[in-house]
């Protein structure tokens, strides 16, 4: 039956109120469990409030929790100009990474004069070390679909599109049955509660290319073409999908959108600072006590989630940097910890908010590998559509290989700073603009780390392979546990005796050392 | 020149299928033309069908790519440079069970690379490759998006996290039996 009234919504609330305990004791949504904690005294949860708390394949208890009022409002209660305002009002920025105001965004294309535009769902999360969106996708879709329709019904879309990447077969899963269920109940479809207004939405797939993040790639991807940018201007909001106007928002962005018009824009702007209004879910990965999915309001400084909600640095190790914004973002080193997680203030300090993935490494990460870890990234990643990106980013690579096998030279740093300099400048799209960042940052701050490996030949953090070797001591008991799980059968020795490790068979892959009970293989 | 059976359109021997393609059996070209029927209208297919294609059968090879160019009327560098361009797409069968090593920075700072070490030693194979018993492929692959619980891997769409070396082989004979030392 579809829903066409506040008191049909009223009426499925109350319902799946009262069948809530009954289903909650089939716990399906483990994976959650796992993921989101309780929140710590310095968090908010406002896009993270229902997660782990409803049923994601239900949605009778997303209703359960208001969801679907704020369509209701919208769509009987205002026109699209006042939804456009409440959002400008709110100062709500792309999640995505750019942080462009999303009330503009919309205000944009809905200047445009066509008979069709389309609204894309970015959920193409592929910055390594964010999860964010996989979280809300699989414990909140109905969420990201409501946020859809309103921004369709402000500047005038009637098909929407997510598109999700491959990588997450459980987002995927829910999100086509939210579809579904919200077709049924009417909040999708011709003649949406009644009002007139149609707006349907098709789930579209990636197929593992990190590039259909960028705005341009992903629409060539829903064309079925090669995911590769396109210059901008025309930006989609005026050109898009098949030459259309078309919207395309960060799946938290799009969260936002049904807590703003069911609570107004003071609500939204009462958290985070005067530029970045709101929260921001950010997830906490690396050598911290607690990692995990977090939501705070923007402002926060990085310190405050180092050690405050994430418990510091695990196994009383001392932090060295903390990475914010996935591959094109910077690493930003203990001095810096006092800095708000904003959008500008990140910037100022060569990194980027990014979708909001945070790594924390502690001291036995080796900064010039990480360095080469992220360029091995981009550079794989690449579409090779901009030369600069394509050859700058494997040159980079090249040398930093080098360095990492203790063959630097001098004026290798230099060399790395123009790359980055020549690739910044002509790259069409934030993964080549982005790509220098990483070499940037780390330079900057840990210049003594790239030196070491050029100059002495030496990995302070000791990590890069060919600058290592492994070991055993006299105190080894014989329990031939790290003979047996040596890939390379470099470790000989007889029961209850010392074993030792022939260095020319020897991988440096630090197995033995990670299996060994009694602490008697040491890295050199 | 178009032509509603496809083998009477002239193509160059890369192109044409040897006795283990997909494309030499009936059932399994069914199954493509069934994939095609359903999305064809739909803008845009040519992901769509890829996708399916690829869950449904494992693999595209070049004569699969021609056939499903002919059919779509599109040309067949389309067809290949899209196939080329994403890395879920394959032009080789996998084995049964696909190995997918996270390769995200937590995975990657939690010891992702010893993992794969270790998996090579068990399976015998390199990464990239396939087991001769067509068991298991050993693949990269981008952030899985479960970097709390690094590292991590995906077998077929299973998610294992915490993985450590001396424990992997337990979560392979999930799946297979795996003799070893």
Known sequence: MPVTSLEDLKAIKEQALAQRAERRADARNDRSVSEIRPPTPKEVRVILARCGVIDPEDIRDYIAEDGYVALMKALTTMTPRQVIDEVLKSGLRGRGGAGFPAGKKWEFAAAQKSDVKYMICNADEGDPGAFMNRSVLENDPHSVLEGMIIAGYSFGAHQGYVYCRAEYPIAVQRVRLAINQARELGFLGKNILGTGFDFDIELRIGAGAFVCGEETALMASIEGRRGEPRPRPPFPAVAGLWGKPTIINNVETLANVGNIIRNGAEWFAQFGTEKSRGTKTFTLAGDVVRTGLIEVPLGITLGEVVYEIAGGIKDGKKFKAIQTGGPMGGCIPEHLLETPLDYESLGAVGSIMGSGGLVVMDEGTCMVDIARFFMDFIQDESCGKCVPCRIGTRRILEILERICAGEGEEGDIEQLERLSKYILAGSLCGLGQGAPNPILTTIKHFRDEYEAHIKEKRCPAKVCKKLIHYRILDTCPGCMVCARNCPSGAITGEKQKVHHIDPNLCQSCGICMSVCKFDAIVVE | ?181
């Not at chain 2, 299928?17 to 209208?41: K, L, Y």
């Not at chain 2, 693999?59 to 699969?64: A, D, L, V, Y």
């Open chain 2, 1 to 181: 020149m178009r032509s509603s059976d496809w083998r009477t359109v002239p193509v160059a021997a890369a192109l044409l299928p040897e006795a283990d393609d997909p494309i030499a059996s009936a059932e399994q070209r069914a199954q493509i033309d069934a994939i095609i029927a359903e999305h064809s209208v739909k803008p845009g297919s040519l992901m769509v069908i890829l996708n399916e294609i690829q869950a449904q059968i494992g693999h595209i090879s070049k004569p699969m790519q021609n056939y499903l160019a002919e059919k779509l009327h599109v040309p067949l560098k389309d067809v290949y440079g899209v196939v080329t361009f994403y890395s879920f797409f394959t032009m080789k069968p996998r084995g049964k069970h696909r190995i997918a090593f996270c390769l995200g920075t937590a995975c990657y700072v939690g010891g992702a690379e010893m993992l794969i070490e270790k998996a090579q030693q068990i399976l015998g194979v390199k990464l990239g490759e396939t087991t001769p018993d067509k068991k298991f492929t050993l693949e990269p692959c981008r952030c899985l998006g479960a970097c709390s619980q690094a590292p991590a891997v995906m077998i077929d769409n299973n998610l294992h996290g915490r993985n450590t070396p001396d424990r992997f082989i337990t979560v392979l004979r999930k799946y297979e039996k795996i003799e070893h030392k």
